[in-house]
């Protein structure tokens, strides 16, 4: 069964910890994105890749860092500089269809909770 | 800088109407756009796309219409059923550049039986 995904589902850590959120695919899709869900806010880009080993910032990526190894896991760190790190963490990935559409499909996210 | 705006935080129809939802867009260089639909604590899931060739692309009881000129589109719901109600979410991206895709914050959609 493909699919993306996240985990844990929800994670509790303590201010000033980084930690890292899983997310894996086996739809041998190309790109990988992470966004961030906060009420009110929608969903705003953190870092997206676009193919192994290459990686860039979206919208706030401030506090954060990616690494892209392998095709299969874009893992996203919530370092101690994120101001406001609790929030609904949602990892996606996509491929090229034929003009160049792309749907990102997405994990069930985790949701994070820093006290 | 808000490239796609949904203008309505929320939304209410009756069972059975139509719910038309609506996304403006401010970035002329987007071409291709998106509609995702998320329930609480879950990822959002692809609903529906048109691409800038077309201002209409039908699927079931969903329909969505792009108006280039007033960059804007909208989806529409026909008939709307209780099981519909959700965030949906719309999104953009320029074709063939990059995978990015630009969200809108959403509209809560309620479809009281």
């Known amino acids: 069964d493909g699919g993306i995904t996240q985990s844990p589902k929800y994670l509790f850590r303590k201010e000033g910890q980084n930690v890292t959120l899983s997310c894996e695919q086996n739809l041998n899709h190309d790109a990988m994105y992470w966004y961030r869900q906060d009420p009110g806010q929608g969903l705003r880009l953190i870092y997206y890749?676009?193919?192994?080993?290459?990686?860039q910032k979206g919208d706030i990526a401030e506090g954060y860092s990616v690494s892209r190894e392998k095709k299969e896991s874009f893992p996203l760190t919530v370092t101690s500089a994120q101001k406001n790190p609790t929030a609904f963490y949602l990892c996606?990935?996509?491929?090229?269809?034929?003009?160049?559409?792309?749907?990102?499909?997405f994990g069930q996210g985790t949701r994070l909770t820093v006290v | 800088d808000q490239q796609v705006k949904q203008n309505s935080p929320s939304l209410s129809v009756q069972e059975g109407r139509i719910s038309i939802l609506n996304c403006d867009y401010t970035?002329?260089?987007?071409?291709?756009f998106l509609w995702y639909k998320k329930y609480p604590a879950e990822g959002p899931t692809f609903l529906i796309s048109?691409?800038?060739?077309?201002d209409k692309n039908e699927d079931g009881r969903f329909t969505v219409f792009l108006n280039k000129s007033a960059k804007h589109l909208s989806l529409h719901i026909v008939p709307s059923q209780p099981g519909d109600s959700a965030v949906y979410f719309c999104?953009?991206?320029?074709?063939?550049?990059?995978?990015?895709?630009?969200f809108g914050k959403g509209t809560l959609l309620t479809v009281n039986p």
């Open positions: 048109i691409s800038s060739i077309k």
């Open positions: 999104a953009a991206s320029v074709l063939g550049s990059n995978y990015k895709l630009t």
């Open positions: 890749s676009q193919i192994v080993n290459d990686f």
């Open positions: 996606a990935s996509s491929t090229w269809k034929t003009r160049g559409e792309t749907e990102a499909f």
């Open positions: 970035n002329s260089m987007f071409d291709y």
